[in-house]
């Protein structure tokens, strides 16, 4: 495969865990990050995720280990599950991932980048203007972007053919989705190549043939969650009985609250604060802009911070 150097754009939720599992699968990874204070938010993130993979691994080397619910086939395929192996790339990920300042440096030798930025055009638009001088002519540009749409971005980036998007879901090594949608300038050659890099990385290649905000995985879940969070900011229940009714009556193992947890606050704010009215507190998408504000206001930003909806510290 020519993609071995692989940069990472944001230590977020996402970024970091999309770096982690490319690490893991034996690429060589960057995640650039903006300040000293990203790294001190990144680095745990990172120590975080070397625990849970020794953990999952652990529990996959038992006799229940090969169950759906507890295999992670991000980590391994059942048929041909190393432990030792897999423990030693685990370490290696661990201790060969880069986090680097300045951008110059990271994407200088960068075959493939992954903006996993803030769901906030503007930030989104700044990074790939000033990027697009950067990276090297071989570089292949993609967007992990949940909400937005390659053809938004593609002529700020500096190589419109060589850009499209590549979303993953929550949870990468259990939850092994890529999501490919190129825009119509795209050359097919590119999205190929990223097509081969998904499955290098243990994922599941889920190839759009057109654009749709949202993709396909947030196309079905973003209208729970705007349902959730409709429910709660106009009073009618509170997260957990929601999640509750979602569980009992559906078996799914997460109720939408649980869910925004994963994602984290501050995503779902952003996305709501881009529809029309959220300005406005006398409607449904500024109820919910107001309440999303008030808990990152008082540093409730989801699981990774240890408290949103729900606490998660020991």
Request: glycine content about 8%; overall charge neutral.
């Amino acid at each position: 495969m020519r993609i071995q150097n692989v940069v990472v754009i944001g230590g977020g939720v996402l970024g970091s865990q999309i770096a982690y599992q490319t690490a893991y699968c034996g690429f060589n990874v960057t995640i650039w990050l903006r300040s000293e204070g990203s790294i001190g938010r990144t680095q745990p993130k990172v120590d975080a995720l070397h625990e849970t993979y020794a953990a999952a691994l652990a529990k996959m080397n038992t006799p229940e280990g090969k169950s759906p619910f507890v295999w992670c086939n991000g980590l391994a395929k059942p048929d041909s599950f190393d432990y030792d192996a897999c423990m030693k790339a685990n370490d290696a990920a661990y201790k060969n991932l880069k986090l680097e300042l300045d951008l110059a440096a990271a994407l200088k030798d960068a075959d493939l980048v992954i903006e996993s930025l803030a769901e906030d055009p503007k930030a989104k638009i700044a990074f790939y203007e000033k990027a697009a001088g950067l990276m090297p002519e071989k570089t292949i540009l993609v967007t992990n972007s949940s909400t937005m749409i390659p053809s938004t971005f593609a002529k700020y980036t500096g190589r419109p053919a060589k850009y499209l998007a590549l979303h993953f879901a929550n949870n990468i090594w259990k939850g092994n989705t890529a999501e490919i949608m190129n825009h119509a300038g795209t050359d097919m050659q590119y999205y190929d190549e990223v097509v081969e890099f998904a499955k290098a990385i243990n994922m599941v290649p889920l190839c759009l043939h057109k654009e749709q905000p949202g993709y396909i995985l947030n196309t079905l879940l973003v209208p729970l969650l705007d349902s959730g969070m409709y429910l709660w900011a106009t009073g009618v229940s509170d997260p957990e009985t929601i999640d509750t009714t979602w569980r009992l009556a559906t078996g799914a193992p997460k109720g939408p609250f649980q869910i925004l947890d994963m994602v984290g606050v501050t995503t779902a704010y952003n996305i709501v604060v881009m529809k029309p009215g959220a300005d406005d507190p006398t409607t449904i998408p500024g109820m919910i802009a107001a309440k999303l504000k008030g808990m990152l206001d008082a540093g409730k930003l989801g699981m990774a911070a240890g408290e949103g909806f729900y606490s998660y510290k020991k």
